[in-house]
């Protein structure tokens, strides 16, 4: 994979992240426990 | 003997009997001086911090309410919600937070309890300020007498030797009876029995090895014994009912790493034949997770492997298998052992058009396992064959994420963090800064908006080093800034002492010596307090390298006898040692250099557990550390 498809791939990736917000609480929690545990 | 029962002492009594009480009488020297509180506990539930809140019920009884209500509205914020009766409130309900345990909880071998040592450390506090009042400020000696000791649960014995740290001015001894598990209250269970004797064990040796002047064994002792008497059992162990909701409560003791709840909970369930075989393999399941956390990995391998063997379900082999694969690579560094888990995994759920949501979720998480497996594996290739490898590894990630994306539900949520996160880690393995900057910002930022403190925290520690790597000093020393602040804002002292570290060790590598030193400074302060003394190395080692480049040998030798006085490591103290006998070398850096005095570079990740507080293991390596490192050197 070169380096623009790499970018491209992670381009693809951030923006496929959505929250409704409702779910905000719920998904910071888990933000949370992915990034510290 | 009398003469020794001092401040802080812990004295365990190995199958008491009648003779003990007598001699146990002539220690209290001056009964007008003494008080003595006597807990018992007559049960083996093991419910979370029932035996604190019994002793702390004991304890406020013993001081006016005048002196207690301030104490109780001082520490409520902290404490006040896990023990609604102690002050005075309503029990609390379930929250989304149970179910982010839950759901985080199934899929690791280890354990995460920086979110509770917070609160461990406040509750022995919060114990300290009572004993304080009951004392009479050390006026008054107060023997504290706990029966059944081997009955109490693990998480209060946590606080019951935080307290023990902490203590270090009131007159408290404590004197334990610790018999063998009584096999009568367990005698439907004998696997369960034989379990709890064992664990317990293991706990309780490791409880008395760091407890202050510990004195075992006084079964021969002369006298008599009466506060030994036995209290019938109350109520039955177990509840009849067996229902799936008790996985769930197990899940969430594991997280709380209260292990012997899980098996009294889960024993009901575990091997009885009367029940599905779908339930009894996921009873194996967790009880395998349980005893990978205490560090029992082979057994845990082992029951996974029955559990694999129960179950009909391929997605739910496909999960033991990545779970058996998380072994092999984290705790065994078995990779060859670790791929072959997670291709059977994938085998297990067939072909890739047939794939419904659960077999999709472990497709994912079998992808990062082999993601990582990679990841450790190019550490000892060549550098062109590395850099292969560890694009395989971003691209099965890439590809988990894909197949993650857009799921509703916890399960995938958490799963898709992890992945962001596990992808931001490869683009700094691969020195990809910018990318990974750009990446960590795009993926988590949108959560700021909840104002979370400890995810703050997390979030900017984590850009505000890989800020740092890129070379954006300044903007690094601000993120970082923002991580300290919420940390103080939550009087998060664990995490505050690390972002310190962090902020310190930059400004030093950027010679703004004024700075750094003011931050190792507090730094030594903070961890002097937690009693968090390999943290307090780290930071005197700073101060040290700080003092040298000022070229002030006044601080610098203070600095020394500071951590003589202080450290408890052997290998630390022999090199502080090593320093003042080279005292002649007159240049600073020198010393520091020929003395192997060398200060670590901050651990990319905040720490998830302190084994200081929760006095459980930990893995002989950080693989995090690792993956960063230029070490080539295989794991293990």
Same mark, same amino acid.
């Given at each position: 994979?070169?380096?623009?498809?790499?970018?491209?791939?992670?381009?693809?990736?951030?923006?496929?992240?959505?929250?409704?917000?409702?779910?905000?609480?719920?998904?910071?929690?888990?933000?949370?426990?992915?990034?510290?545990? | 003997?009398?003469?020794?029962?001092?401040?802080?002492?812990?004295?365990?009594?190995?199958?008491?009997?009648?003779?003990?009480?007598?001699?146990?009488?002539?220690?209290?020297?001056?009964?007008?001086?003494?008080?003595?509180?006597?807990?018992?506990?007559?049960?083996?539930?093991?419910?979370?911090?029932?035996?604190?809140?019994?002793?702390?019920?004991?304890?406020?009884?013993?001081?006016?309410?005048?002196?207690?209500?301030?104490?109780?509205?001082?520490?409520?914020?902290?404490?006040?919600?896990?023990?609604?009766?102690?002050?005075?409130?309503?029990?609390?309900?379930?929250?989304?937070?149970?179910?982010?345990?839950?759901?985080?909880?199934?899929?690791?071998?280890?354990?995460?309890?920086?979110?509770?040592?917070?609160?461990?450390?406040?509750?022995?506090?919060?114990?300290?300020?009572?004993?304080?009042?009951?004392?009479?400020?050390?006026?008054?000696?107060?023997?504290?007498?706990?029966?059944?000791?081997?009955?109490?649960?693990?998480?209060?014995?946590?606080?019951?030797?935080?307290?023990?740290?902490?203590?270090?001015?009131?007159?408290?001894?404590?004197?334990?009876?610790?018999?063998?598990?009584?096999?009568?209250?367990?005698?439907?269970?004998?696997?369960?029995?034989?379990?709890?004797?064992?664990?317990?064990?293991?706990?309780?040796?490791?409880?008395?090895?760091?407890?202050?002047?510990?004195?075992?064994?006084?079964?021969?002792?002369?006298?008599?014994?009466?506060?030994?008497?036995?209290?019938?059992?109350?109520?039955?162990?177990?509840?009849?009912?067996?229902?799936?909701?008790?996985?769930?409560?197990?899940?969430?003791?594991?997280?709380?790493?209260?292990?012997?709840?899980?098996?009294?909970?889960?024993?009901?369930?575990?091997?009885?034949?009367?029940?599905?075989?779908?339930?009894?393999?996921?009873?194996?399941?967790?009880?395998?997770?349980?005893?990978?956390?205490?560090?029992?990995?082979?057994?845990?391998?082992?029951?996974?492997?029955?559990?694999?063997?129960?179950?009909?379900?391929?997605?739910?082999?496909?999960?033991?298998?990545?779970?058996?694969?998380?072994?092999?690579?984290?705790?065994?560094?078995?990779?060859?052992?670790?791929?072959?888990?997670?291709?059977?995994?994938?085998?297990?759920?067939?072909?890739?058009?047939?794939?419904?949501?659960?077999?999709?979720?472990?497709?994912?998480?079998?992808?990062?396992?082999?993601?990582?497996?990679?990841? /450790?594996?190019? #550490?000892?290739?060549?550098? +062109?064959?590395?850099?292969? $490898? =560890?694009? &395989? *590894? %971003?691209?099965?990630?890439?590809?988990?994420?894909?197949?993650?994306?857009?799921?509703?539900?916890?399960?995938?949520?958490?799963?898709?963090?992890?992945?962001?996160?596990?992808?931001?880690?490869?683009?700094?393995?691969?020195?990809?800064?910018?990318?990974?900057?750009?990446?960590?910002?795009?993926?988590?930022?949108?959560?700021?908006?909840?104002?979370?403190?400890?995810?703050?925290?997390?979030?900017?520690?984590?850009?505000?080093? /890989?800020?740092? #790597?890129?070379?954006?000093? +300044?903007?690094?020393?601000? $993120? =970082?800034? &923002? *991580? %300290?602040?919420?940390?103080?804002?939550?009087?998060?002292?664990?995490?505050?002492?690390?972002?310190?570290?962090?902020?310190?060790?930059?400004?030093?590598?950027?010679?703004?010596?004024?700075?750094?030193?003011?931050?190792?400074?507090?730094?030594?302060?903070?961890?002097?307090?937690?009693?968090?003394?390999?943290?307090?190395?780290?930071?005197?080692?700073?101060?040290?390298?700080?003092?040298?480049?000022?070229?002030?040998?006044?601080?610098?030798?203070?600095?020394?006898?500071?951590?003589?006085?202080?450290?408890?490591?052997?290998?630390?103290?022999?090199?502080?040692?090593?320093?003042?006998?080279?005292?002649?070398?007159?240049?600073?850096?020198?010393?520091?250099?020929?003395?192997?005095?060398?200060?670590?570079?901050?651990?990319?990740?905040?720490?998830?557990?302190?084994?200081?507080?929760?006095?459980?293991?930990?893995?002989?390596?950080?693989?995090?550390?690792?993956?960063?490192?230029?070490?080539?050197?295989?794991?293990?």
């Amino acid at each position: 994979m070169s380096r623009d498809q790499l970018e491209k791939e992670l381009e693809k990736i951030v923006s496929s992240i959505e929250v409704s917000s409702e779910e905000t609480e719920k998904e910071v929690e888990m933000a949370k426990r992915a990034i510290l545990w | 003997m009398q003469n020794s029962i001092l401040r802080g002492c812990f004295f365990i009594f190995l199958k008491p009997n009648k003779k003990t009480h007598k001699k146990l009488d002539s220690f209290i020297t001056s009964p007008e001086n003494s008080s003595v509180i006597i807990i018992s506990i007559n049960d083996l539930t093991f419910y979370r911090f029932k035996c604190f809140e019994k002793l702390c019920h004991l304890l406020i009884k013993n001081i006016p309410k005048e002196k207690s209500l301030p104490i109780i509205k001082k520490y409520d914020k902290y404490i006040g919600s896990t023990f609604p009766s102690l002050f005075g409130k309503k029990a609390y309900g379930n929250s989304s937070v149970g179910e982010s345990i839950v759901s985080a909880v199934v899929r690791r071998i280890s354990r995460e309890s920086h979110h509770y040592a917070l609160f461990i450390d406040k509750a022995a506090r919060f114990m300290i300020e009572i004993i304080k009042e009951i004392t009479n400020n050390k006026r008054i000696k107060l023997y504290l007498i706990l029966n059944d000791f081997s009955n109490w649960d693990r998480p209060s014995l946590r606080i019951v030797n935080r307290f023990n740290a902490l203590n270090k001015n009131y007159p408290v001894t404590w004197i334990a009876f610790s018999n063998e598990i009584e096999y009568k209250l367990l005698a439907h269970y004998p696997k369960l029995y034989e379990r709890l004797r064992f664990v317990r064990r293991e706990f309780l040796d490791r409880f008395i090895k760091i407890q202050p002047k510990v004195t075992e064994s006084f079964c021969n002792l002369q006298g008599q014994i009466s506060i030994m008497e036995k209290h019938p059992v109350k109520k039955p162990l177990f509840e009849k009912k067996l229902a799936a909701s008790k996985m769930k409560d197990a899940a969430e003791e594991l997280a709380f790493q209260n292990y012997e709840r899980v098996y009294v909970i889960l024993e009901p369930l575990f091997r009885n034949s009367k029940i599905d075989k779908e339930l009894q393999a996921q009873v194996y399941r967790l009880v395998a997770l349980t005893d990978a956390s205490r560090g029992d990995y082979a057994q845990a391998y082992r029951l996974l492997s029955i559990a694999y063997g129960m179950t009909k379900l391929a997605t739910y082999k496909a999960h033991i298998k990545y779970l058996q694969g998380l072994i092999q690579t984290k705790r065994y560094y078995d990779l060859k052992a670790a791929e072959k888990d997670y291709e059977t995994g994938l085998r297990c759920l067939g072909k890739k058009s047939n794939r419904d949501r659960q077999s999709l979720l472990e497709n994912a998480w079998l992808l990062n396992g082999q993601a990582l497996v990679r990841s /450790l594996r190019a #550490k000892n290739l060549s550098k +062109k064959d590395a850099s292969k $490898e =560890l694009e &395989k *590894a %971003l691209t099965l990630e890439i590809q988990a994420f894909n197949i993650a994306k857009g799921k509703v539900g916890a399960d995938f949520a958490y799963l898709r963090y992890n992945l962001l996160a596990n992808i931001t880690f490869l683009l700094e393995i691969t020195k990809q800064y910018n990318n990974a900057i750009k990446f960590w910002t795009k993926s988590f930022e949108q959560y700021l908006i909840s104002k979370d403190s400890s995810f703050e925290i997390a979030y900017y520690t984590r850009l505000g080093l /890989l800020k740092f #790597k890129e070379g954006l000093v +300044k903007s690094s020393i601000e $993120e =970082l800034n &923002k *991580a %300290l602040k919420s940390s103080v804002s939550i009087h998060d002292s664990f995490y505050q002492e690390r972002v310190l570290y962090s902020i310190a060790f930059i400004e030093l590598n950027e010679k703004k010596f004024n700075e750094s030193l003011s931050h190792f400074k507090k730094g030594l302060e903070i961890t002097r307090d937690l009693q968090e003394m390999s943290s307090f190395y780290m930071h005197l080692c700073g101060a040290l390298w700080n003092a040298a480049y000022l070229n002030d040998n006044r601080l610098f030798w203070d600095t020394v006898s500071l951590g003589l006085k202080l450290v408890v490591n052997e290998h630390h103290k022999t090199l502080l040692n090593s320093l003042k006998k080279s005292a002649k070398d007159k240049n600073l850096i020198n010393l520091l250099k020929n003395n192997d005095m060398e200060i670590p570079l901050p651990s990319p990740k905040l720490p998830s557990y302190i084994p200081s507080i929760d006095l459980e293991g930990t893995p002989s390596q950080d693989i995090n550390r690792y993956l960063l490192s230029e070490n080539k050197k295989s794991l293990g």
